[in-house]
């Protein structure tokens, strides 16, 4: 085994050991959205075990934590980031429980999707208590998206202030396209405590404004939910899984469909290649931009009265589905369940990483569908 200062690491070698330090742990199968080839990343973290850097936890095969030769490296060449994991793990004890490492595992998968779409994650950012301590450290949301876990947040307050220590948020997301409390559902879906939610996106907002230089409004909450997970299959169940009633406690397919429970639209990012392109884009543009990206003002304005759509072309009731706005879909579903309107077809307007998933939530054949291609997608982002 190499001693600490003689291992050279690639990029994604620092890329899969900092989304580990930064969230504790995490499960292997997250990784792999860390680069375009499953096969390099497979045999990265095996060069990363044989070194001795990365290791399994006990009785666990699928999480991966730091060693104590993997500690010993970050001290040695990553300062900040050594910092970060030992204040976050409190002093190294990560925790072992079944809790624990839920928690760790659905933080790990959104933070490696972050840091893949340029979003900063652990110590490339300031904290509040260095903002705290220096009112110039306040960022410009447009200069820099980023994203703080809750856990992350509740250290550095310092104190449990209200019931946020108790959401199901991975964190939240500040960006100029968007502001969101994060959830990683995994492989399942999850029930939350709206009340609970609902507090959590209120003193996110506090944080904001702690955080940036002018950045929400006077009164404006949190106005978003992202909802990652392993793919449109587990999606799919998500938006189907609802219990209604009248209790707090609902599920969140009960939130997507029923926007009151929350006022937030929910965003659906899946933690893919194709996720973090679609990440990119709504944490770069807000929902009005890209409705502006896609229709003109003559299209939108053409909407007929009574109907509420994105846009309206040659007979076509349009919605757009870039802003990975599942909350819409569920609203198109329950409007058009045949993708008819009094006139004629309703469509969909998304980007070739979205279609399979729009095209099996709707379950109608023929479904009007208009594909932009992941180079328009990339072109939006360059301002093309």
């Given at each position: 085994m190499m001693t600490q200062n003689k291992i050279k690491l690639n990029q994604l070698c620092r890329d899969i050991l900092y989304v580990i330090a930064c969230s504790s742990a995490?499960?292997?199968?997250?990784?792999?959205?860390?680069?375009?080839?499953?096969?390099?990343?497979?045999?990265?973290?095996?060069?990363?075990?044989?070194?001795?850097?990365?290791?399994?936890?006990?009785?666990?095969?699928?999480?991966?934590?730091?060693?104590?030769?993997?500690?010993?490296?970050?001290?040695?060449?990553?300062?900040?980031?050594?910092?970060?994991?030992?204040?976050?793990?409190?002093?190294?004890?990560?925790?072992?429980?079944?809790?624990?490492?839920?928690?760790?595992?659905?933080?790990?998968?959104?933070?490696?999707?972050?840091?893949?779409?340029?979003?900063?994650?652990?110590?490339?950012?300031?904290?509040?208590?260095?903002?705290?301590?220096?009112?110039?450290?306040?960022?410009?949301?447009?200069?820099?998206?980023?994203?703080?876990?809750?856990?992350e947040i509740k250290y550095q307050t310092g104190q449990k202030v209200s019931r946020s220590h108790l959401s199901r948020a991975s964190g939240v997301l500040f960006s100029q396209g968007t502001t969101a409390l994060v959830y990683n559902t995994v492989d399942s879906s999850i029930k939350i405590s709206t009340a609970v939610e609902n507090e959590t996106a209120m003193l996110a907002r506090v944080w904001s404004a702690e955080l940036y230089n002018q950045y929400l409004p006077p009164g404006v909450s949190i106005y978003d939910s992202i909802v990652m997970c392993r793919g449109d299959d587990v999606m799919l169940s998500v938006m189907e899984n609802c219990i209604g009633g009248k209790s707090t406690m609902k599920m969140m397919g009960d939130t997507i469909k029923n926007i009151g429970l929350t006022n937030r639209s929910t965003r659906y990012i899946p933690i893919s290649e194709d996720g973090i392109l679609s990440l990119q884009l709504i944490s770069t543009y807000t929902r009005r931009e890209i409705k502006d990206l896609l229709f003109t003002k003559a299209e939108q304005e053409a909407v007929p009265a009574g109907y509420t759509a994105d846009a309206f072309i040659n007979g076509l009731l349009c919605f757009e589905f870039l802003s990975c706005n599942v909350t819409k879909l569920a609203y198109v579903k329950s409007k058009f369940p045949d993708m008819k309107w009094e006139h004629g077809d309703v469509g969909i307007v998304c980007w070739d990483g979205q279609a399979d998933f729009v095209t099996r939530y709707f379950n109608v054949k023929p479904i009007r569908i208009r594909q932009y291609s992941k180079s328009a997608i990339q072109n939006f982002l360059k301002g093309e």
């Open positions: 995490a499960e292997r199968e997250d990784l792999n959205v860390l680069s375009p080839s499953y096969k390099y990343v497979s045999n990265m973290v095996s060069k990363m075990i044989d070194n001795g850097l990365i290791a399994y936890m006990r009785n666990d095969a699928k999480i991966l934590r730091l060693t104590k030769n993997g500690l010993n490296y970050l001290r040695e060449n990553d300062t900040p980031l050594y910092e970060f994991y030992m204040k976050m793990t409190n002093d190294g004890q990560a925790g072992h429980s079944q809790r624990h490492k839920e928690l760790m595992i659905k933080t790990a998968g959104a933070q490696a999707s972050m840091l893949m779409a340029g979003i900063d994650i652990g110590p490339q950012k300031p904290s509040l208590i260095d903002i705290r301590q220096n009112a110039a450290a306040k960022m410009n949301i447009e200069d820099q998206p980023t994203f703080y876990m809750g856990k």
